[in-house]
């Protein structure tokens, strides 16, 4: 009871925090929106790429008019970036030709069912990536075109395609779906944000220091490990929150995608905000300045966002960096979220999971501990 | 039955003992003052017998319980008005007094009722619903108070619930003290300031370095002085280079104080010295302005005790 009065109170407080709610959540639409726009060049056709190789083989009998559609389309592509496109027979000695780099990708048009499948190397570079964007798109718009067709065929002046069953995807090594700038971004920009929560979780403790108000608890009949706890779930909820307004906004509004399974992806968000708030949690018990505690936030944030990904993709950095990645629990986050949504693969979720829920428990033990100090903890 | 009992309790910070065998009987009923300067240990005193301070030896006990055995039914008897003011700014004043008597249990009706009335009781009903950022000192000096006595504790304890405000609030603050007092509560005051301790408190207790000096009565502890004689020489000039080792050093002289152009000179009633001080004053051209007897108060008293004024 005593436990749900402080969290109530932590979240009311929290509301009441116009600045700090403005950061959290207007800051990461924004930059959500700005990056995506910017950057959008990193994911779509508008950079120049003029030694990039594409091969491309058809193995088709039946749908002609798509492989024409694709054809048309890879020499708009062609003019427009500079990228090249060379017909090939053989499956194999392309595919090692991609390998050894001599080419960027392979692009194998299937039937039954019909399909349009990349191979690429493991972060490829930025043509790729504009490759699949492009190929995602052209999908898409062949897509709208077909349902036209199928409806109206005199207007579009096209046979009807009677084999054409509505199956025609994307699929690269690692991707089903094609991630857009304002995609990514979404993803990335709420965790950035999100590892910024252990200000919240900070302020949670420093802030009752600092108006003399846990004393104040403290002589209340409420033991320590009831403030603590109370103070604990009503920063996460708050940070939990805040991440679901940018997700639900960036959805809802900006019509990014967040996948089919926004349980996990839901899940995922929580098990973050527990981390990175327990993070500031401890961090108040550890450093009493608020100052150095910020700085030391400011100083590890930036690094482990960037190394997660956050700024840029990793596959348009070094491997150097892809390897020592591994450190930031941001990378985890991220390429569990990526996963998810848009591979519908698990594995890192589980990772990330651990990651999180793992730190959490360290900085909640840290902060218990050193919270039944009496004399020096809330000082 | 004693409200509060400290037995030969002790309490350190590293090399500093902050309180030092300071035993202490307070009945219930009573307005019972703590008196001491900057460091005496009052608010250390007071925060072992809230239970947020352990101490080290000794035993304390709220209303027949030890605090260290049954911490959280010691801690529900008492309400706290820290020393420094402690609110939050971003809850209004309503929300504040409501967040912490619900600490002590009252819920619904009954949180929201009592939550008015200390609201009401401070005078600050017209702010309730308004932000504690918009008040003045003394306005946060009172909600500091109301979040102490919403859940009608039985101790209430103040911790120099007056410093820095203005006269009026004070003025408001010394009246609650009384009438909280008259409603049943038993009320232990910590304050430098002798005046306030003088009008309000039915039992002193001095302390001075972590140890009870003095402990009585207002009119017993200035008995504990009725051997002295205390005058106020005022002098014309603030800088005229008066030393207090050299007045000591007058027969009689026990402890003097020096505040701008004012010299308190506490002396044995049974030596005649009068003389022998005027002399001292022209001896070394100082010119006195004027020169007058004073009862004895609790400032002298404690001046008398230690041989240091109550103030800085
Ligand atoms: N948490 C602490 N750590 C170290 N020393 C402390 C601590 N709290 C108090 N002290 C020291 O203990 C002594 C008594 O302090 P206390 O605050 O009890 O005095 P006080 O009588 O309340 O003084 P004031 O009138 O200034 O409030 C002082 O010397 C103080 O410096
Ligand atoms: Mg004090």
């Not at chain 1, 994911?43 to 003029?50: P, Q």
């Not at chain 2, 017998?49 to 801690?75: A, N, P, Q, R, Y």
Request: net charge negative; aromatic share 8%; charged share 20%.
């Amino acid at each position: 009871m005593k436990i749900y009065r402080i969290i109530v109170k932590e979240i009311l407080k929290n509301v009441r925090d116009y600045k700090g709610n403005s950061m959290m959540v207007l800051f990461p639409i924004v930059l959500i929106t700005i990056l995506g726009v910017s950057f959008s060049g990193l994911f779509s056709g508008t950079i120049e790429f003029d030694d990039a190789k594409v091969l491309y083989k058809v193995e088709v009998e039946e749908n002609k008019a798509f492989v024409d559609a694709f054809e048309s389309f890879s020499s708009m592509l062609e003019e427009e970036t500079g990228i090249v496109f060379e017909k090939t027979e053989d499956f194999e000695g392309s595919k090692a030709r991609v390998e050894a780099k001599a080419y960027s990708a392979l692009v194998h048009i299937s039937e039954n069912p019909l399909q349009i499948s990349i191979y690429k190397n493991e972060g490829a570079g930025l043509d790729t990536t504009l490759l699949e964007n492009s190929i995602a798109s052209f999908i898409k718009s062949y897509d709208g075109i077909m349902t036209i067709a199928e409806n109206n065929p005199a207007a579009l002046g096209m046979q009807r395609l009677q084999e054409y069953e509505g199956n025609v995807q994307v699929r690269s090594l690692d991707k089903k779906r094609q991630v857009g700038s304002m995609d990514y971004y979404a993803v990335t920009m709420l965790t950035l944000i999100l590892f910024y929560a252990s200000l919240t979780g900070f302020w949670a403790i420093r802030g009752e220091v600092e108006q003399n108000t846990a004393p104040r608890i403290l002589c209340a009949p409420v033991s320590s490990f009831e403030l603590l706890t109370g103070k604990v779930i009503g920063s996460i909820f708050v940070s939990f929150v805040q991440g679901l307004v940018v997700l639900l906004f960036s959805k809802l509004v900006l019509k990014t995608y967040w996948g089919e399974d926004l349980l996990s992806v839901g899940l995922l968000i929580l098990s973050y905000a527990i981390m990175t708030t327990s993070l500031g949690v401890a961090l108040a018990f550890l450093i009493k300045s608020s100052e150095a505690a910020s700085g030391v936030l400011n100083a590890i944030i930036p690094i482990f966002v960037f190394l997660g990904g956050g700024y840029m993709p990793l596959s348009a950095m070094g491997s150097v960096i892809s390897t020592i990645s591994v450190i930031s629990p941001v990378k985890w986050i991220n390429s569990a979220l990526f996963g998810v949504i848009f591979d519908g693969s698990y594995s890192d979720m589980f990772v990330s999971l651990l990651v999180n829920l793992g730190l959490a428990a360290l900085f909640i033990t840290i902060s218990a501990l050193f919270s039944r100090r009496r004399d020096r903890a809330y000082a | 039955m004693n409200i509060v009992r400290m037995d030969q309790v002790t309490k350190s910070f590293g090399d500093i003992t902050a309180v030092d065998k300071m035993s202490l009987d307070i009945e219930e009923g009573e307005i019972f003052g703590l008196l001491g300067p900057n460091g005496a240990g009052k608010s250390t005193a007071i925060n072992m017998i809230t239970g947020l301070l352990h101490f080290d030896k000794g035993s304390i006990s709220v209303l027949g319980s030890d605090v260290k055995k049954e911490k959280m039914k010691t801690k529900g008897y008492i309400g706290i008005v820290p020393q420094e003011v402690a609110i939050y700014e971003e809850l209004t004043s309503l929300e504040n007094v409501k967040f912490f008597a619900s600490l002590y249990g009252l819920k619904g009706n009954e949180l929201e009722a009592a939550a008015l009335e200390a609201l009401e009781f401070t005078g600050l009903s017209e702010n309730a619903k308004k932000f504690p950022k918009t008040f003045s000192g003394g306005m946060k000096r009172r909600l500091n108070i109301a979040c102490a006595i919403a859940h009608k504790p039985k101790l209430i304890i103040m911790d120099e619930p007056t410093v820095g405000i203005d006269p009026q609030s004070r003025n408001h603050i010394l009246q609650s003290v009384k009438k909280l007092n008259e409603q049943g509560s038993t009320i232990i005051y910590t304050s430098h300031y002798m005046e306030e301790v003088e009008e309000i408190c039915s039992r002193i207790a001095i302390m001075d370095h972590g140890k009870v000096i003095a402990l009585g009565t207002c009119k017993e502890l200035e008995d504990l002085i009725s051997d002295r004689n205390i005058v106020l020489i005022t002098v014309m000039d603030l800088l005229s280079g008066i030393k207090e080792d050299d007045i000591k050093q007058i027969p009689g002289v026990d402890a003097v104080e020096i505040e701008e152009n004012i010299i308190k000179i506490s002396s044995f009633r049974e030596v005649s010295n009068m003389d022998k001080i005027i002399n001292y004053f022209t001896s070394n051209g100082i010119s006195i302005k004027s020169l007058e007897s004073k009862m004895p108060d609790l400032e002298a008293v404690f001046l008398a005790m230690t041989g240091r004024k109550l103030r800085d």
